[in-house]
């Protein structure tokens, strides 16, 4: 597609089950990113893929976070044992060389998928 | 700690004038800055940007300022029409590297009154 497609646009689920949020970026950017937005809050990174390289882990909260990228493409992120504060919506945003490299590289944002736990 | 503060949650403004919005940043590394335009239910969508060399970008009704010694930079919109209405995320990065790239403020919910 030609933008940054994320599924399902809305989840709900019941404190303590997994998830699986899934992000498919813009063909060709080796960059993606996953930021959260809660309610009245900006957005706050997640996780970072560049290519190849080990993912930048450093936004995760905690060790219930999850995140894998195959094949430089597709990623997905999961959350194990959801609790309440973890309800957000979770975004997806991909660029062509990431900001890691130092270029002013715009992000390219999904329309995000808005995670609910009761 | 808030290194990018979007002080005012939401603005109102009639159709027709100029909409300001405000931005203030903590880090002096950040030397690159965004503006994000968010509807409901969708993602972000850059908007308009300016580097530290620069203390102005114009883009046909959207303008960015930049004060650096303040710390401060502002979006102009003249005049606002009623798709204005949207929420508007500042964002920040230094653009030397570091892989979380870019931090983003709470946002201002910008509301265009006819």
């Known amino acids: 597609g030609a933008g940054v497609s994320q599924s399902p646009s809305n989840k709900v689920t019941e404190k303590g089950k997994d998830v699986e949020l899934r992000c498919d970026p813009i063909?060709?950017?080796?960059?993606l990113y996953w930021y959260r937005q809660s309610l009245g809050q900006g957005l706050e990174f997640l996780i970072y893929?560049?290519?190849?390289?080990?993912?930048?882990k450093s936004g995760l909260p905690s060790d219930r976070f999850s995140a894998e990228r195959t094949g430089g493409s597709v990623s997905t992120l999961t959350i194990q044992r959801t609790q309440q504060e973890d309800s957000a919506v979770y975004l997806c945003?991909?660029?062509?060389?990431?900001?890691?490299?130092?270029?002013?590289?715009?992000?390219?944002f999904g329309s995000g998928t808005q995670l609910s736990v009761l | 700690d808030q290194q990018v503060k979007q002080n005012s949650p939401s603005l109102s403004v009639q159709e027709g004038r100029i909409s300001i919005l405000n931005c203030d940043y903590t880090n002096s590394m950040f030397d690159y800055f965004l503006w994000y335009k968010k509807y409901p239910a969708e993602g972000p969508t850059f908007l308009i940007s300016?580097?530290?060399?620069?203390d102005k970008n114009e883009d046909g009704r959207f303008t960015v300022f930049l004060n650096k010694s303040a710390k401060h930079l502002s979006l102009h919109i003249v005049p606002s029409q009623p798709g204005d209405s949207a929420v508007y995320f500042c964002?920040?990065?230094?653009?030397?590297?570091?892989?979380?790239?870019?931090?983003f403020g709470k946002g201002t919910h910008l509301i265009i009154q006819p």
């Open positions: 300016i580097s530290s060399i620069k």
């Open positions: 893929f560049q290519g190849n390289s080990a993912p930048d």
């Open positions: 945003a991909s660029s062509y060389l990431g900001t890691g490299s130092g270029r002013n590289e715009k992000l390219f």
């Open positions: 964002a920040a990065m230094y653009s030397g590297g570091g892989a979380d790239g870019l931090t």
């Open positions: 063909s060709g950017h080796t960059a």
